[in-house]
Structure formats: structure tokens, C-alpha cells
């Protein structure tokens, strides 16, 4: 799953040009659910950056708690809990990178999964919007995630759906037709996402120095003689 998120600094005006940006991008080593992420969707036609609640929490969520931070892929149009959101409230999570461990028999090793060229990714979301009165409100939102490549799914079974820069329009627009959608919920080529193994402080969502991301060997990655 996508339990930890590694957010530097990204260009995200080269990236995406003609972002609106409502607020100060959020970045951080070691981010964890229950907390603020930066966001992109659609308004007015164009892509805005806000902030939302990392795990989706709909008017009727009795218990915060619950409120999932991932969605599987597989279930988005048949969950009461997700379908409304995927139909008309897409979003994209720009990071650098996502945190998964690999299970070992003495311990679990933590592996940043990032771009093999270290760029930024754009990892798909959805959200909604909780009203607390009839001017003020909360969004929220959770990841959207597909079963790991063969390349990484010894390390997880699952990660975020990545976006690519040319699909951002059709995966934001509320208009796209779901059958559009599912062709972009697949998992990711085995020559874009890469891996390489990091300290286990970051076990702790309170270690937020930058040594967390910190390779500690080698990228696992494609390479030319197993394509």
C-alpha cells in the first residue's frame, strides 16, 4: 500500500504549466496519513494545487479514524465509499517518492520507490468535500493504488497509480467516460519506477531528517539485459 510519502521540493510549474497554486506546496521527508498533502485538480478548467486531508472522509464517516488513505483500483466504481469521488472528484499527489518495506524474516526493510530518474511523480487520487457549515468546509482525499510491477512486487503487492504528464487532462476532467479512466489505473512500466533500500528510521513518522531517503545500497531497477 502507500503508508508513507517522500515530498522534496518539486517544479511543479515546469511540469505542469498554467498551475494555479492556492498555497504553499507541502514537502517532507517522512509524511504519513492523517495529515495535510498538497493536491491538484481541476477547476474553472484548469489544474489548481490546494491542500486536503490525507484519508477521505465523506459527510456521513462517523469514526475519523476509518477514514481510508488508499483506494484499490479494482473496487473504485462498487464502493459506496469511493465510487461518487471517482466518478466526478479526481485528484493528482505530486511526490518524490513512496515508502514501502520488504518483508524479512527478522525485520522489515524499508525501500523508497521513486522515479529511476529521480522526477517527480504524479500519483492519483480522489477526494471530496465535508461541510461544517454552509461556507466552511474540509476536503480530504485518499491514493488511488494498483498491484506492483513484477520488477517491485518483492518489495510490495500494491503502490499509487502513477499519471503521466500527457494523460493529467483526461484523468482531471469529470467529463472523462470510466472506461478512459481504468486504461490509466494500470501498473507502472518497469523502465519508469525504480528502488532502493533506506535507513529504518523511517519506521517513525516523527524522523523527518533528510538521511530517511538516503539510499543504503543500490537502486533495484530494469535494466537492459532482463527487458
Known amino acids: ?18 498551475l494555479i497554486a492556492d498555497d504553499t506546496p507541502i514537502t517532507g521527508v517522512n509524511l504519513a496519513p492523517r495529515r495535510p498533502l498538497s493536491m491538484i485538480r481541476l477547476e474553472a478548467g484548469r489544474p489548481r494545487m490546494c491542500h486536503a486531508f490525507w484519508g477521505l472522509t465523506p459527510p456521513w464517516l462517523d469514526v475519523l479514524d476509518r477514514a481510508p488513505h488508499c483506494a484499490r483500483a479494482e473496487s ?3 464502493r459506496p465509499m469511493f465510487r461518487e469521488a471517482f466518478a466526478a472528484r479526481r485528484c493528482l499527489v505530486p511526490a518524490g517518492g513512496v515508502y514501502v518495506w520488504k518483508p524479512q524474516p527478522r525485520a522489515k526493510q524499508p525501500f523508497l520507490v521513486t522515479r529511476v530518474d529521480r522526477g517527480p511523480l504524479l500519483l492519483a487520487g480522489l477526494w471530496c468535500r465535508f461541510h461544517t457549515t454552509l461556507t466552511r468546509y474540509h476536503d480530504s482525499l485518499a491514493l488511488i493504488t494498483v498491484p506492483a510491477n ?14 503521466p ?21 494500470t501498473p507502472a512500466h518497469g523502465e519508469l519506477l525504480g528502488a532502493f533500500p533506506v535507513s529504518r528510521r523511517v519506521n517513525d513518522p516523527s524522523h523527518q531528517e533528510a538521511a530517511c531517503a538516503y539510499p543504503t545500497g543500490p537502486m533495484l531497477r530494469r535494466t537492459a ?3
Not at 513484477?150 to 499519471?163: C, Y
Not at 504528464?165 to 489505473?185: F, G, H, Q, Y
Open 1 to 18: 500500500m502507500a503508508g508513507r510519502l517522500y515530498i522534496p521540493p518539486l517544479d511543479l510549474e515546469r511540469l505542469l504549466p498554467g
Open 76 to 78: 473504485l466504481a462498487s
Open 150 to 163: 513484477d520488477l517491485l512486487a518483492p518489495l510490495t503487492d500494491r503502490l499509487p497509480a502513477t499519471i
Open 165 to 185: 504528464v500527457a494523460a493529467v487532462d483526461r484523468w482531471l476532467d469529470p467529463t472523462t467516460p470510466v472506461e478512459d479512466l481504468n486504461d490509466l489505473l
Open 225 to 227: 539485459a532482463k527487458e
